[in-house]
């Protein structure tokens, strides 16, 4: 007779594993093209936005620089009327005081004959 082993199992080896997958699956990661790609969209969406705040100052540039000559126009207006009111109030206060009561009105008495 002869003597046998028997082996009921194999030996557990690193590939299989009871509760493991016999696939391996790798990681896949963006290629070069697709990370440019989004590095370049990614700075062109940045680069709307900074060009949309530029044109929101630009405009509030243009907002008061009219409030600023509006406000230069008016200036100017109120001192044409301030020294209206100083003529007007000189001529009456001229006609009213009493140097002009005791003065003589002006009549013409004549023409130079050529």
Known sequence: MRNQTFVTRRAPSSSFVRGRNTVRVNKRSLGSISQIV???????????IYV????????FDYEISAVESEISDLA??????AVEKARLTSVAAAKNSTVAAVMEDATVTGYAAD
């Open 76 to 81: 100017a207006r109120r001192d044409d009327l």
């Open 38 to 48: 989004i590095v370049s969209m990614l700075t062109l969406a940045f680069g709307l």
């Open 52 to 59: 949309a705040e530029g044109t929101k100052a630009t405009s």
